[in-house]
């Protein structure tokens, strides 16, 4: 995962993202693909994906205490991406982009709070569960994101808790998806 135009690689820009958050941060956990990674099958990535309780007011302080790290906010990415505004930025430490998602309804609300400590290399680091990943994969529905959802689903199998997802599928429309990835056969 290494990148030659960042001597820290995205592990390491991972590590100093957590480690210049303020003391008090907002809980925040990792989604996307390094997500995928801890509970399914990992795949290349280039960037970071938190999901952050941040309110809009605390926006400014908490992206200025990151500066100081070295983290600057996309101006770019926020002019291109305009129904993202009060839904996420996008931060940059050199060529490592670092989407901070704020909560956008209730199950990722409740994902926060159901949100898991893992060692990755050493580092403590809050990741979404695999049903709240799973959950938030069916959501975005991309090509991409029901291969995720897949991998998740038969890397975890018995260890998911179907009733949770179940739940929220019916409470987001969701069913056709979640039945979807967990009736498909495995790869082989």
Not at 24 to 44: F, K, M, S
Request: charged share 25%; net charge negative; proline share 7%.
């Amino acid at each position: 995962m290494a990148d030659s135009s960042s001597p820290l690689g995205l592990l390491g820009t991972l590590r100093l993202l957590l480690n210049s958050f303020p003391p008090d941060a907002p809980p925040y956990c990792v989604i996307g693909a390094l997500a995928v990674g801890a509970w399914g099958q990992p795949r290349a990535t280039k960037d970071i994906d938190l999901l952050i309780l941040l309110e809009e007011s605390t926006q400014p302080a908490f992206t200025a205490w990151l500066e100081t790290a070295g983290f600057t906010l996309d101006e770019d990415w926020a002019r291109q991406n305009p129904l993202m505004k009060g839904r996420g930025m996008r931060l940059r430490h050199r060529s490592h982009p670092v989407d901070l998602m704020i909560p956008g309804d209730a199950h990722e609300r409740e994902a926060l709070t159901r949100r898991v400590s893992l060692i990755i290399e050493g580092q403590p680091v809050w990741m979404a569960t695999p049903e709240d990943l799973i959950l938030l994969k069916l959501k975005a529905c991309r090509d991409r994101d029901l291969v995720d959802a897949l991998s998740i689903v038969h890397r975890q199998a018995s260890r998911l808790d179907l009733d949770y997802l179940g739940r929220w599928a019916d409470r987001l429309g969701l069913q056709s998806e979640l039945h979807y990835v967990l009736s498909a056969p495995s790869a082989p």
